[in-house]
Nanobody, 126 residues
């Protein structure tokens, strides 16, 4: 089970930290990441982190502004979002998949992902 939290309304240039609580997993050797979907648009990958070595990957649109992290002791994953822009507005989802898929073109594919959360809404507006 994956449960996201931390979304909300923020002004452009502001920051938010999203959290994803994972439960029911027998092992933590999987990749976990964030996706987002704006109204009328496709869901897109934002960032992911591998369980094996904590390697991280970011979409070009968020590089330098967002930071993904993982706390294995708490079964939590976070996305620190800084310098937010209106185009960052979307529902943000966390999801898991095989560790090797994070950072590959298969990441995010319907057949690749194992579990999804229900999402948390981020709105960036003045």
């Amino acid at each position: 089970l994956l449960v996201e939290s931390g979304g909300g309304l923020v002004q452009p240039g502001g920051s938010l930290r999203l959290s994803c609580a994972a439960s029911g997993f027998t092992s933590d050797n999987y990749a976990i990441g964030w996706f987002r979907q704006a109204p009328g648009k496709e869901r897109k990958g934002v960032s992911c982190i591998r369980g094996s070595d904590s390697t991280t990957y970011y979409a070009d649109s968020v590089k330098g502004r967002f930071a993904i992290s993982r706390d294995r002791t708490k079964n939590m994953m976070y996305l620190q979002m800084n310098s937010l822009k209106p185009e960052d507005s979307a529902v943000y989802f966390c999801a898991t998949a095989d560790d090797s898929l994070c950072g590959t073109t298969r990441w995010g594919g319907a057949a690749a992902m194992d579990y999804w959360g229900k999402g948390t809404l981020v709105a960036v507006s003045s």
